[in-house]
């Protein structure tokens, strides 16, 4: 492996242009059945809890320290005492991560990916400073977001997420892609999302 400043040269990457391509086509394929799933998701959202919104947005950084927003079905209710985990049908979107199908909008805007890193929270921005340091943030950022790198494949296993992200650092290629769209295929139908 190669070092340029503080970035780390992958040992195999994806062609940008390559993969943008991939992603548009890999969206148009699942646009339809994602917007279904989504539609139905948000109606019932809504129809158990008629008082809050059925999405919510956030802000978030992606590529480069772009400020990027992205929205999903809310599977949290506010309360009085702040926020919580809602109902039983919420935690089942969120293990089968439904409630994050919104954000294939994001990949056809181009802010995100299929592949790459997950976007930052802002007030995360310091834990992973302290944890992986300057450099691995930098790293992280220089990178087009996506759902997952492929991690979700090892989430039953709990392996340290900037572990996971380093090993994506250095090899991000075509296999990677793919690798990626099979583990999300996974753990959508399996419902690993914890």
Known sequence: MQQHGLLTVPKSELNPHIQRG????????????????????AALTKATQPEQPAF???????????????????TVEKTENGWRKSS?????????????????????KGNMSFMGP????FKD???LMEEGGEDYVAQRLSYKPGFGFGYEKDRML??????????FFENHGIKTY?????????????????
């Open 22 to 41: 991939l992603d548009l086509c890999f969206a148009s394929i699942l646009s339809i059945p994602c917007a279904i799933s989504t539609f139905m998701a």
């Open 88 to 108: 039983q049908f919420a935690r089942f979107l969120r293990k089968y991560s439904i409630d994050e199908f919104p954000q294939l909008l994001n990949v056809f």
């Open 56 to 74: 919510h947005k956030q802000c978030r950084y992606g590529q480069d320290g772009e400020k990027i927003s992205i929205i999903k079905i809310r």
């Open 118 to 121: 997950r976007t930052i929270i």
């Open 125 to 127: 921005i310091k834990t």
């Open 178 to 194: 793919f690798e990626t769209l099979f583990a999300l295929a996974k753990t959508i139908l399996k419902g690993n999302n914890k």
């Open 158 to 167: 709990r392996k340290p997420r900037i572990e996971m992200e380093k090993e």
